[in-house]
């Protein structure tokens, strides 16, 4: 396994590369998130909802199709 301190490791931990690894990053304690004003989802389903602008966060508004 590769050292922590390793590039390959760093990349494996960056949510915006293409090496990143969500289940190393899940396990890590060295993971640095870009920021920390983001919007928490309770589920994969309430993400989806937001991203294809089916729901709104700020207004908590979800129409139906």
Do not use: W
């Not at 640095?32 to 991203?51: G, H, R």
Request: net charge negative.
């Amino acid at each position: 396994m590769a050292d922590d301190s390793s590039e390959t490791s760093d990349e494996s931990l960056d949510a915006t590369s293409e090496k990143f690894d969500p289940l190393k990053a899940l396990y890590s304690s060295k993971v640095q998130l870009s920021s920390t004003n983001v919007p928490i989802y309770d589920n994969i389903a309430k993400f989806e909802s937001v991203l294809k602008g089916i729901c709104h966060t700020q207004t908590k508004v979800c129409r139906m199709h």
